[in-house]
């Protein structure tokens, strides 16, 4: 069985501040893939990042950055001088990369205000 | 351009209703999946299609029905047998190599009882 926890359910920052948002996962898969989508307000999920299981080298986008530690099974994001337009909820997902039905195992989300 | 449609975007149902909600895609995928999202419960999967004519039941298929008789089109029904209909429904999609295992997401559905 897979799980995926995000234990912030909401983080308020302020503008400029930078953020973290947690990921813990659970699996029984030695390979497996890892996300990251955005929900803005709109609604629509966007993706953000696709993580491989063997590859625990950190990526960074812009002001984006993940940090992998297959140790401590754990995906964190990272927004650094947040902005307003970064409001939105977050989803860490993981995925089976071999087996099954490739289904998309999601956490609870966490929603983050960036007040400016 | 290409994309995944969900219609309507609000929907009311009324006691003992059966509604169902739209999802059409073009972007060619095979795989078309429901998600059922409740606030503080993040999202979680109600039936899922991986070919035309085939369908699976998610985590949450109780008073759900779909059926997937074109590639593009995945509708999934509301049952009278769902007893706490109220959320939001998205749609997603996806194609292997995609890059794999990535998602493409409708706009979604908020569902509401009358």
């Known amino acids: 069985a897979q799980k995926v926890t995000q234990a912030q359910t909401e983080i308020s920052v302020v503008e400029k501040e930078d953020v973290t948002l947690d990921c813990v996962y659970e699996?029984?898969?030695?390979?497996?893939?890892l996300f990251w989508y955005k929900q803005p307000p709109s609604g629509e999920l966007v993706f953000l990042i696709r993580r491989n299981s063997f590859d625990e080298q950190n990526e960074i986008s812009g002001r984006y950055s993940w940090n992998f530690q297959k140790s401590t099974s754990s995906f964190n994001f990272t927004i650094t001088a947040s902005q307003v337009v970064d409001s939105a909820v977050y989803f860490c997902?993981?995925?089976?990369?071999?087996?099954?039905?490739?289904?998309?195992?999601f956490g609870r989300g966490t929603s983050l205000i960036v007040h400016p | 351009d290409g994309g995944i449609t969900q219609s309507p975007k609000y929907l009311f149902r009324k006691e003992g209703q059966n509604v169902t909600l739209s999802c059409e895609q073009n972007l060619n995928h095979d795989a078309m999946y429901w998600y059922r999202q409740d606030p503080g419960q993040g999202l979680r999967l109600i039936y899922y299609s991986q070919i035309v004519n085939d369908f699976q039941k998610g985590d949450i298929a109780e008073g759900y029905s779909v059926s997937r008789e074109k590639k593009e089109s995945f509708p999934l029904t509301v049952t009278s047998a769902q007893k706490n209909p109220t959320a939001f429904y998205l749609c997603a999609s996806s194609r292997p190599g995609q890059p794999v295992g990535k998602l493409f997401f409708g706009s979604g559905t908020q569902l509401s009882v009358l």
């Open positions: 997902a993981l995925r089976p990369a071999s087996g099954g039905s490739y289904i998309p195992t």
């Open positions: 699996t029984r898969d030695t390979t497996y893939y």
